[in-house]
Each structure stands twice: as C-alpha cells, then as structure tokens.
C-alpha cells in the first residue's frame, strides 16, 4: 500500500512563468495564477506547504473587464478613522494602478493565512510588456 507523499518547503523547486494577460478577462486569469502561486498545477501539491511557483505577468494596463465592470465594480478602503471609506472603480483604478486591480483578483483568491501572503510575494505585475526578471528565464503559461 503506498503512503501519502507531503511536501517538504526545503524540497520545493519553484519555476518562473510569464503571463501576458492583454485582451484576457481579469477573473479567468486570476483563477489561472492563483493556481499556480499555490502549486495545484504540480502533482506535489500540499495545502499547508507553498508549493507554487513565480508568475510574472505583463500588459497588466490591458486587461479586460466584462460588462460594465468599469464603471460598476467598486473597490473599497477604510483608514480605521470615522468617516475614512474611500472607494474607487475599477476603471479609475485601471488608469492609476493597473497592477493593483489585478493583485486584488489574485488575493482573493488565495487562502486567507498566512501561507497566502507568501504566494502573493511571488507574483510580479507589470503594466507594459518589458519586466526585469528575463534572468530566470520565464516559461510562457498559456491563459
């Protein structure tokens, strides 16, 4: 009878992927990444070890948003001061902070623990299409 194989952090080999998201629907790539930043693609997957793997996504500033998603969907902050809510579309968050509308998706997405602010160290957006990280060779992950 063969036994369950868990996953040790020291014995995890993480890649780089690359994923270019213009003209792509904003919630079905963050499903995508937000698999692999936990390792559920990799046949080793443990839910209490980080078993995923760095993301570098590009073109973030071209995301799309189905509906009327721009105008209508809406972010919200508060400052822990009475009367401190701020809250922005997703639009204007497009044109200030494309990269933070998708890191949102991605967050939601994740475990709420503290292994999931670790998964959200690993991934890297980029509002054009050149990024820093060409060193790791990225493989391209198809979306």
Do not use: C
């Amino acid at each position: 009878m063969k036994t369950t194989q868990v996953a040790k952090k020291e014995e995890v080999t993480r890649d780089w992927y690359l994923v270019d998201v213009d003209n792509k629907v904003l919630g079905r790539v963050a499903t995508e990444i937000a698999n692999v930043l936990r390792g559920k693609n990799k046949p080793t997957f443990t839910p209490s070890v980080d078993t995923g793997d760095f993301v570098v996504v590009v073109n973030a500033a071209k995301i799309a948003l189905t509906g009327k998603k721009l105008a209508d969907k809406t972010y919200y902050s508060h400052s822990s001061f009475p009367g401190g809510l701020k809250e922005i579309t997703a639009g204007k968050l497009i044109e200030k902070k494309p990269e933070e509308l998708l890191k949102k998706a991605v967050k939601g997405m994740l475990p709420k623990n503290k292994l999931a602010r670790h998964m959200l160290k690993k991934l890297k957006i980029y509002a054009g299409d050149t990024h820093p990280h060409a060193a790791q060779q990225p493989k391209n992950l198809n979306i």
